[in-house]
């Protein structure tokens, strides 16, 4: 009798140990909040034509994916630092303003602040752009007998003048091609003069295609011409 009730009472300390096991509280695993992500577009090349302009930004896709509130990212200069901000206080566009004294060169776009309605962060994306002075490229021919006299000019804009002047000393690609479709073959280099203008003479029996192509420096964009037929 001893010896059953002792083994009974064994099995029922073993199993109410088992279930107090069994029965002990977990605490739930907590899921982390993972907020969106926010990107800006900008133009990567800038050509300042005139004494102020407007540098626009919008807002990628992956913003309205994510709920975004508000986003602004910090413009700074690659050398002499801070320039400005874009702001999207629940707007998909922005512009900074740029005036033709302000530095040229790299600016990098870089994260200040993005989240979503709910107050979670928003992960951004970094870009950048570079500002130069614009330019303008043309070209022209004439032609006498088999032999054509193709001529460039070339001019860009001066910050000092507040417009556009002659290119002194501009490098420029001749190119011509046989016709509309066919590739484009080099035909000379020439550089600009005084008045931002060269011209070069060409053996070319039949009608071809011109085009000039100005090499950009670092304070001036190149720019391809359009298109002539002589």
Request: glycine share 8%.
């Amino acid at each position: 009798m001893n010896r059953r009730v002792v083994s009974g009472f064994c099995v029922t300390a073993t199993l109410v140990a088992l279930m107090g096991v069994l029965m002990v509280p977990t605490a739930p695993v907590a899921s982390a909040v993972v907020g969106g992500s926010c990107s800006i577009v900008v133009s990567p090349t800038v050509a300042v034509d005139r004494p102020y302009k407007l540098i626009s930004a919008t807002l990628g896709s992956d913003c309205a994916a994510s709920g975004a509130s508000f986003d602004s990212w910090d413009v700074r200069h690659s050398y002499y630092g801070p320039s400005g901000s874009f702001i999207f206080d629940n707007t998909g566009s922005d512009t900074e303003a740029f005036y033709d004294w302000e530095h040229y060169g790299t600016y990098y776009v870089e994260p200040s602040l993005a989240f979503d309605s709910d107050y979670n962060d928003l992960t951004q994306n970094t870009v950048s752009y570079v500002v130069k002075s614009a330019s303008r490229v043309g070209v022209s021919a004439t032609r006498l007998g088999s032999y054509v006299t193709v001529s460039a000019w070339a001019t860009y804009y001066s910050p000092a003048a507040d417009g556009f002047r002659p290119w002194v000393r501009a490098r420029a690609a001749l190119q011509y091609r046989a016709c509309n479709t066919c590739a484009w073959t080099s035909l000379r280099a020439i550089y600009t003069g005084s008045t931002g203008k060269a011209a070069y003479r060409a053996y070319a029996p039949k009608a071809r295609y011109y085009r000039a192509i100005s090499t950009g420096t670092t304070m001036v964009w190149g720019k391809t011409s359009a298109v002539i037929v002589r």
